[in-house]
């Protein structure tokens, strides 16, 4: 039997169309049985302030970069949205006096402009790249600074990026985590051709590497709101963005949730199904259940509730 259409895009995958009981499951988690699904592979981790998350966040960019040498280079790939850490990774590299000359940095996605079939430019007012140079890279000391080349964004013309996680070790990946369950621009597919029954198989979905895509209603929604201050005519709909290929070459995936992004809800159910092992590309987030080293780091006064209330 064909799964259920989707509750929010008919015409699209997304975690309404799961089985009723797992999203009741997810539902019913308090923040102690979130605590509690921690696994071989899958750590759980909590922050009592908002200035010890972001700075444990910005910690990660110096963990990976210090590892980097010229005979062993590594790097960092990292999100817009959260952007808060950024300013702080500048300022500990600054203060520390952190050499980032043999270091690498991913930028994990950029707009897709469809008139020009370009990336858009740095000065697209929603442009990830731009954000990393403005709150980070621009404010470190130019004696510090990371090589031009060692920067990789994406770019409508691909190869340049998918080739430059050859050779390079990534220490972690980063990430938020959307509304509509993704990493990066990892939305669920189109309920078309061969996926009109079912989404792609997990095996599928983590073949594909950086590509451009589709964006699910929900995102072009979410990033109006966050971004854009609901003018949903100013997002593109289309992005480039790091695939599954790229992120399971990442020694570890970290992903940050403050609540500022994805809802009590969601934050619960990529929980649960990653600790459970349940990867379905309908919640591309679950697909990291598969990869061995996946660490869910939350600010615990943005978990909130699952209580119904009408306001």
Not at 36 to 52: A, I, K, M, Q, W
Not at 58 to 72: F, G, H, K, M, V
Not at 173 to 190: C, E, L, S, T
Not at 274 to 299: C, Q, T, W
Request: glycine residues 8%; contains cysteine; hydrophobic residues 40%.
């Amino acid at each position: 039997m064909a799964r259920k259409l989707s509750s929010i895009a008919p015409d699209w995958w997304d975690y309404t169309t799961l089985d009723r009981a797992l999203l009741e499951e997810a539902a019913r988690l308090t923040p102690g049985d979130m605590a509690g699904l921690s696994r071989e592979g899958f750590e759980v981790v909590f922050y009592d302030t908002l200035e010890e998350f972001y700075l444990a966040e910005a910690l990660e960019y110096i963990e990976a970069w210090r590892q980097s040498t010229p005979d062993n280079p590594a790097g960092i790939c990292g999100p817009i949205g959260p952007t808060e850490q950024l300013p702080l990774v500048a300022r500990l590299v600054n203060e520390l006096g952190l050499s980032l000359r043999d270091a690498h940095f991913w930028g994990m996605d950029e707009w897709f402009d469809v008139a020009t079939g370009r990336e858009v430019p740095v000065t697209h007012p929603l442009s990830f790249e731009r954000a990393d140079r403005e709150l980070c890279f621009n404010r470190i000391r130019p004696e510090l600074a990371i090589r031009e080349q060692n920067l990789h964004f994406p770019k409508a013309d691909l190869a340049a990026y998918r080739q430059s996680w050859q050779g390079v070790r990534c220490v972690v990946m980063q990430g938020g985590q959307g509304d509509i369950k993704h990493w990066a621009f990892n939305d669920p597919v189109r309920r078309e051709g061969p996926y009109r029954d079912a989404p792609p198989t997990s095996a599928e979905f983590r073949r594909l590497a950086t590509r451009i895509v589709d964006l699910h209603p929900v995102t072009l929604s979410q990033n109006a709101r966050t971004s854009g201050g609901g003018n949903i005519s100013l997002v593109p709909t289309k992005a480039i963005t790091v695939g599954p290929a790229e992120t399971w070459l990442a020694e570890r995936v970290s992903i940050w949730q403050a609540g500022m992004h994805d809802s009590p809800f969601g934050q619960r159910l990529t929980t649960l199904m990653i600790s459970k092992g349940i990867a379905d590309s309908a919640v591309p987030m679950s697909l990291l259940a598969e990869h061995p080293n996946v660490r869910f780091n939350f600010y615990r006064g943005g978990i909130g509730t699952c209580q119904v209330e009408m306001h």
